[in-house]
Structure formats: structure tokens, C-alpha cells
């Protein structure tokens, strides 16, 4: 099995080059195709890639193409059968793509395999993966409906959540994270890409939606490990990153639930929204 690794950059040079020093180390048996959009950062990321790392091959948008976008531009550029899409801000252990790209070829039936990720203290584990959100999660998770119903949007996202699941054992899951999928090339011939409707939230859910429906499973693989320095790459530009979310949602809704049903759940996200954003302008409010 041929496999390309797709990464996505934006201003995230030193994980970067941590992220592609760990391929290196890793996974140079493999022979991975490694592909690197970068949307246009302002550090030395591609000085970086240019300089370090000649093998890679890199596309320049010119522009931020954010995270749906930016990884369809590198899966359609890329050769292999199988794509890693992976975050700038993870780094692969030994074996990990090794044991993902080993259960993708023995099971025909998986079109994802996601790896078991811990934080960078070396020892937690991330609680990734998750059921699909119903029309109810996204009421009780987005909307100020969440904070009237405490208790049932707690018990809704536990459940959704998997919160009965350590993540040390392998499982068949809903969706994926779209930090680190391994995705049968076939099987995207079949569901599309990544819809780039949502540039950079619930587009890792469609597509695993997609993939439910034409008959594939995602499979979470413990044994296969990395670190993932979680929210890294977003963090700095939270409130658009916040604004992008509830757009996001928006399309996604109406993609899955309909318009009309999805009209008053977006009416009540964007008002979320615009509470969440004044709070965070007036400092006053945040300590009430």
C-alpha cells in the first residue's frame, strides 16, 4: 500500500518541523509521500519546509485555505492509496502509522482508521471520537439551551462522548478527529472529499457520515500512538475561530437536518454566538 501524508500549516513552524522530524524518525520505512499546504503563514514555515526538508512537497495557495480546503488541495495532489491527514501539531510514535496502514489493507471494509493520541505531558490520554450529533446534542451543545438544561446536556454529551470508553482498547466509532485520519483512497472515490462548504468545523464529521452510509466502517486503533498538542493551531485567533464554528454548524445543519428544521437551531446558535462575543468584549461580564 503506497501512503501520502497530507498536512495543513498555517503559522505553526515549530510544531511543524516536530511533526515531520517524528515521520522522519517513525515512518521512513514506509516511504511515506509527504505533501504540506501552508496557508499562508507570516513565520519561516516554508523557509522551514524548503530548507529542512527538500523531500517534502509543498503547495503555496497563497491564501488561508483553512482545513477542508487545504487538505483537498494536498489529497487530490497526492499518489498513495491511503492519505493521512494529520495535524502540524501532532507527532507520530514508532509504529503508529505502521499499525493504522496495517489494519486499513487487512480490512477492506475500513475506510478510516484514527490512532490513539495523548497530550504532550506524555501520559493522558485525549478523549477523541464520538457518536454524530443528533438535532437534539447540537440544541443542548450550541445554543444557550445547554446552559437552561445543565443536566441533560451533560448526560446527552457524555453519551455522544463515549464517556463509558478509556480509549485503550480498539473500537468501531462514529466520527473521527481531523487531526489524524488514514483514509482509503477508494473510498473517497466513492463519498467526495471534505466538504469545503464547512472550512474547518464538522467537515471531519460529514465525511465520516459519508462513509457510514456507503458501507464503511472507522475504526479507532489504541495501539497505534501519537502526540497531539490539541487546539494549538487555533488558539490564537479564538474568536474567529468561534465565528467559523457557528457558520460551520450552520451549513452542517442544514446539510443533515434540513432547512426548516435547522432554521431555529441556527437562529439560536448565531444569538449564542453574538452573547458569547460581547461577553468576551466586555471583560465586566465574564466574571458574572
Not at 501512503?3 to 503559522?11: E, R
Not at 471494509?109 to 446534542?137: E, K, M, V
Request: aromatic share 8%.
Amino acid at each position: 500500500m503506497r501512503l501520502s501524508i497530507a498536512i495543513v500549516s498555517y503559522n505553526t513552524a515549530p510544531l511543524l518541523a516536530r511533526c515531520l522530524d517524528s515521520i522522519t524518525r517513525c515512518a521512513a520505512d514506509l516511504e511515506p509521500e509527504v505533501i504540506v499546504v501552508d496557508n499562508g503563514s507570516a513565520d519561516d514555515s516554508v523557509a522551514l519546509v524548503q530548507t529542512r526538508y527538500p523531500a517534502v512537497r509543498l503547495i503555496l495557495p497563497g491564501r488561508n485555505t483553512f482545513y477542508s480546503t487545504g487538505n483537498n488541495l494536498a489529497i487530490r495532489a497526492a499518489q498513495g492509496d491511503a492519505i493521512l491527514v494529520l495535524n502540524p501539531d501532532t507527532e507520530l510514535h514508532p509504529g503508529a502509522l505502521q499499525a493504522l496502514a496495517a489494519h486499513l489493507e487487512a480490512d477492506p471494509a475500513c475506510g478510516l482508521a484514527t490512532a490513539h493520541q495523548i497530550w504532550t505531558d506524555g501520559r493522558t490520554t485525549l478523549p477523541i471520537c464520538s457518536r454524530f450529533n443528533t438535532y437534539t446534542d447540537l440544541w443542548l451543545g450550541a445554543t444557550f439551551a445547554g446552559a437552561l438544561l445543565p443536566a441533560w446536556r451533560e448526560a446527552r454529551r457524555a453519551r455522544m462522548w463515549y464517556a463509558d470508553w478509556d480509549r485503550l482498547s480498539d473500537r468501531e466509532v462514529d466520527v473521527a478527529p481531523g487531526s489524524c485520519m488514514l483514509l482509503r483512497r477508494a473510498a473517497l472515490e466513492t463519498v467526495g472529499l471534505f466538504d469545503e462548504a464547512m472550512p474547518m468545523y464538522f467537515s471531519d464529521d460529514d465525511l465520516c457520515w459519508r462513509l457510514k452510509v456507503a458501507g464503511y466502517t472507522v475504526q479507532y486503533l489504541a495501539g497505534a500512538i501519537i502526540t497531539h498538542a490539541e487546539r494549538a493551531t487555533t488558539r490564537h485567533i479564538s474568536r474567529r475561530a468561534r465565528q467559523m464554528y457557528y457558520a460551520d454548524l450552520g451549513v452542517y445543519a442544514r446539510k443533515h437536518f434540513g432547512r426548516l428544521r435547522a432554521a431555529p437551531l441556527i437562529a439560536a446558535a448565531q444569538l449564542t454566538r453574538r452573547l458569547l462575543d460581547r461577553r468576551e468584549a466586555q471583560p465586566g461580564l465574564r466574571a458574572r
